[in-house]
């Protein structure tokens, strides 16, 4: 490596601009293409992520030598690497790291079935070219990368210290978000929690987004999101559009050899244009409990730095979140089993309410509203306020009644309820929910209601 | 061996991507600023005058690949040959280049939104238009077909 190291081309490798590697055979003809994944392995050497075995590889095997050009996606500066290869690596912390870029293409663009990384090859960087001095005619416009997390202790501090002193999960949720955006610079992020049978995730918070989006949902395994969740490990990506575009590329040449049929794309939770994305796991006591996300118009946004703060920020959220969980359920012992009957008070207009047994849903005058365990709970208890009259809970009635069904352990009900509150908020339903005290809570109905129960199929 | 459509797609606003080799072997990588037809199977590729890497080890071995690419679908077109000259640019090579970062840059500026200052730093300042027989195509389109020699078929 001459006068540059690979650590100052460390954004080149961010993979915002697609690599080119020219390599040549035996024979002397050369063959040019692009590159989906490069990364620095150490300070002499890079990995480039093999999905195809392809004339590049062929090549490799007679002649090493191979030129490779990276642009900086911030400055777009262009450096001309030399290489030679060296090996080929089919696991390891290199090819791990290098499949996790691959997979999280293939989630993205649903061919986790058929998109998968072969191999990392290892390449020695002999020397580094700067292709292009910056034209005067053309001056770095990038001079100012723009708004960066602010990696500052002290609001790492003042966070961490908010969420110490969070006296309930509605809090802490909302500390968390609203934290990462006042104290951290972080303008969009959305937290959400690890649902009963850890099959599902569910926004519990979120800021920056035009709608809240509370109780939308993303598989485990599926997308970013659902990928961090399955494997409990960050990702970080400075390049939605280009691996999304790349993805969906791919994607159309398996269907067009017929080795995947057309299907959906997964709808990606969060900003719709969203050029970085990194979404770390919030693990408590070994335990997923829910998943950080954070997203930013800017290329490659984030940095390695920026991922070990959210983590930091996502462990101490999982671990309030976990201690107010096994505290509710203390505090659940020494209430009543029941709520104290309150007088209905007198609603204006009329409000359809729909729940279909079959998966929990629920629709308030034809608008979808929540499904799930949190749309048995609110039909649980709008059976009572109807045939009881009753508008005062605890938190322990709901959590034995049977009709939801709830796991044994872990059952996550504050988590729901309080789901169902911030989901009847952001609807500007007349229906709310609002907490009176440690385990309490009251049904507040502004409206006449109409039940309207569709049993399950075959019940 | 080039056919309507192919000449169509080269000549649209791809990414360009180019390799030489020397006589020792040695590849190269840089970028082509625009393909044009000239007749037969012969295209005018314009490259950066500075770049002399691609100079020398064209004169030491001919040999070219290019590769364009659609930024948008990433449909991508190998083209192997031999330079049959190098010669300076001249305005109407380096109009061309100027349709060229216009249609490339444009399409890069409406799917990625990066600013065109920014492309417009990668644009070298001064061309040479090397003209190249081409004797073999690929399809480079990622995916498991990429690298696939592309069938031959009736101009």
Known sequence: VTDMSLRDLHLCFEGAVPAVIATASSDGTPNVTYLSRVRVVDDFRIAVSNQFFSKTTRNLTENPRASILVIDPVSYDEYRMTVVYERTERRGPVFERLREDVDAVAAVSGMQDVFKLRSADIYRVSQIDRVRAASAAAPNPAADPGPRITTNPQGLGELTARLSRCPDLDAIVTTTVDGLAELLGIGHSLLMLLDEPGQRLYTIASHGYPAEGVGSEVAVGDGIVGMVAARATAIRVGNMRQMVKYGMGVRRAFEQRGEISPGREIEVPGLADAESRMAVPALALGQLVGVLTVESHQQVAYTESDEAILSVVASVVAGAIEAERANAIVDDAGLPGSGTPRARRAGTGLTHVRFFEVDGSTFLDGNYLIKGVAGRILWSLLGHYEREQRTDFTNKEVRLDPSLELPEFRDNLDSRLLLLKRRLDEQAAPIRIEKTGRGRFRLDVGTELRLDGVAAPGA | ?155
């Open chain 2, 1 to 155: 061996v080039l056919t309507p459509e192919t000449v169509s797609f080269l000549e649209g606003g791809c990414s360009c991507a180019v390799a030489t080799v020397d006589a020792a072997n040695e590849p190269y990588g840089t970028r082509g600023w625009g393909v044009t037809f000239v007749a037969g199977d012969d295209v005018r590729l314009v490259l950066d005058a500075a770049d002399r890497g691609a100079m020398e080890d064209l004169a030491a071995t001919a040999r070219i690949a290019v590769t364009a690419a659609d930024v948008l679908t990433l449909r991508s077109i190998q083209f192997k040959g031999v330079a049959r000259s190098v010669e300076p640019a001249t305005d109407g090579d380096r109009e061309r280049v100027a349709r060229y970062c216009d249609a490339f840059f444009g399409n890069i500026v409406a799917i990625d939104g990066t600013p065109r200052t920014l492309l417009d730093r990668l644009v070298p300042t001064d061309f040479v238009a090397c003209t190249v027989r081409v004797e073999e195509l690929y399809d480079q389109t990622p995916g498991p077909a990429a690298g696939a020699s592309m069938p031959e078929q009736p101009s």
